[in-house]
């Protein structure tokens, strides 16, 4: 057996993208979570996933959602999101937040964004996986430094000296 000790220093090895996930609960209201999971799936169609803990705080709202979107923060959004990562229900007060596809809420300080109706969701063990088909985009025109999480901290990328934490 893998010891899960060592299996998460392990994935640690591996340097991720830092996300938002937004979308709307049964009754209407925004919720929002820090996620590292994210990733590309296809073209054509235009498909991304990323994955929440069964035991997540906001997970009834993502695993019955039509719609969600992901919002990839850049370097100097490291405060955005440590609020998001926080088990509350209170993560959007004071924010500028927008209505895409479905009513999902979309945070005005964020540049890149994907704006995703539900295609697919896989059980994933302890999370589940949501597979979401890209409706709509939102890209900067120039290109930012991205927010990384790597070793179980946050990280940037350094034109120079490559990833530091």
Request: aromatic residues 8%.
């Amino acid at each position: 057996m893998i010891d899960p000790v060592h299996l998460r220093r392990a994935f640690g090895q591996f340097a991720t993208g830092v996300t938002i996930v937004t979308t709307l609960d049964a009754e209407g209201k925004p919720v929002g979570v820090t996620a590292s999971s994210f990733n590309t799936v296809s073209l054509q169609p235009p498909l991304v996933l990323w994955s929440i803990a069964r035991s997540a705080y906001s997970f009834a709202a993502f695993a019955e959602a039509g719609h969600f979107a992901v919002h990839v923060l850049d370097a100097d959004q490291r405060g955005l999101s440590d609020r998001f990562a926080r088990a509350s229900s209170d993560k959007f007060a004071d924010l500028r937040v927008g209505e895409g596809v479905g009513g999902v809420p979309l945070l005005d300080a964020v540049s890149t964004v994907f704006e995703c109706e539900t295609a697919h969701r896989y059980d994933g063990g302890d999370h589940l996986i949501l597979v979401g088909r890209v409706v709509r985009l939102q890209l900067p025109e120039d290109a930012l430094a991205p927010l990384l999480f790597h070793r179980g901290r946050y990280a940037v990328v350094d034109a120079v000296e490559g990833v530091v934490s």
